[in-house]
């Protein structure tokens, strides 16, 4: 414990610039995260307080090289105390490590609420002036504000903040912010049915956001699929199979409507649309369909299968997986 505290200073004195220094504190919170984690004896060593200010620590550290892509480092604090709550049953001490922990988030919460405030009415005052040298790192500090915020957000099991922290990012959200967005609430431990509100939010504000950040054309063909391919799963996973079913169906219209303006008329694959996700979607669509089937519901059966061979039609393999599942449809009716 005393070597991470003394790499902590050190790094601090450093103005949190060097490299080696940094390396060394990850790998020293790692190995007490390891420690805090086993559940036995050796999980003593580390006291409630010592805890607490490995978690602080590790979130200061984070705050300070926060990388959008690997926004999810800044929970590793939290797993030390959570995990160490299960491993060692104390159940006093651990909860007020927890409660002080949730302060914290509590606190960033509001101090990044309005500072989102503020920076969106200044966004709109710099907003044609782009040659400015700072408005790059602004953007990028704003966007950090939001990403932030929603990672709080979700900790605290607010939903209803983490929709409207994806709705006020709309006119500056770009796909690497939408990216994060995404990660962050797949990874949230919180129940099904939030995860696909919020999914859905974000969907929606993207195909409605004035963001000249975000290229619409590009981000429809290329980056939507997965988008929709992970809302689809999780509305299974959810049992929402009607709003499953209203996804296949949005899927397959986009899937359709690029053909038809590439003047595709052999029903292959579409410019641009992975066929992976074409492939991933038809093949659990059709195994929906099997459990239809297995239920006695020959309707929805049909239905579902039919939906997923439509799909496995647009991909250019000859026709093969398309003829795979209509002789499965057959084998099953």
């Known amino acids: 414990m005393s070597a991470i505290q003394l790499v902590s200073t050190e790094l601090e004195k450093s103005g949190w610039e060097s490299e080696e220094l940094l390396n060394k504190a990850q790998i020293l919170m790692n190995q007490g995260l390891v420690i805090a984690s086993r559940g036995g004896p050796d999980s003593c060593i580390l006291s409630v307080t010592e805890l607490a200010w490995l978690a602080k620590a590790s979130y200061s550290i984070a705050s300070k090289h926060i990388v959008l892509s690997e926004h999810y480092l800044l929970c590793d604090s939290l797993k030390i105390a959570r ?6 049953k104390e159940i006093g001490a651990a909860e007020k490590v927890r409660s002080q922990l949730t302060s914290y988030y509590v606190e960033s919460n509001i101090v990044s609420s309005k500072g989102t405030t503020a920076l969106y009415f200044k966004s709109q005052q710099i907003e044609n002036n782009r040659n400015n ?3 790059e790192r602004f953007l990028s500090q704003h966007r950090t504000i939001f990403a932030l915020d929603l990672e709080a957000s979700t900790f605290l099991n607010d939903w209803t903040g983490v929709c409207a922290i994806v709705e006020e990012s709309s006119p500056s959200i770009d796909e690497k912010l ?11 431990d919180a129940q099904l049915k939030p995860k696909v509100q919020a999914v859905k939010t974000l969907i929606r504000t993207l195909h409605a956001s004035p963001s000249p950040f975000l290229d619409k054309s590009t981000f429809i063909v290329k980056s939507l699929p997965r ?23 949005q899927a397959l219209i986009l899937a359709q409507g690029k053909q038809t303006e590439t003047g595709n008329d052999n029903k292959r694959s ?24 297995l239920a006695a519901a020959d309707m929805h059966c049909r239905r579902w ?20 599942l209509r002789g499965k449809l057959e084998m099953l009716t």
């Open 227 to 249: 988008y929709i391919r992970c809302l689809f799963q999780l509305s299974l996973d959810a049992a929402e199979y009607q709003l499953a079913e209203s996804i296949l169906d």
């Open 133 to 135: 040298p700072r408005y």
């Open 305 to 324: 299968a039919g939906k997923a061979i439509s799909l496995a039609d647009l991909i250019e393999d000859d026709g093969a997986l398309g003829r795979l």
């Open 178 to 188: 939408s990216s994060v967005f995404l990660d962050r609430i797949l990874r949230s």
């Open 83 to 88: 995990i160490t709550i299960e491993a060692r």
């Open 270 to 293: 579409l410019s641009g649309y992975p066929e992976d996700e074409i492939r991933w979607l038809s093949t659990v669509a059709f195994n929906r369909a099997v459990d239809y089937y």
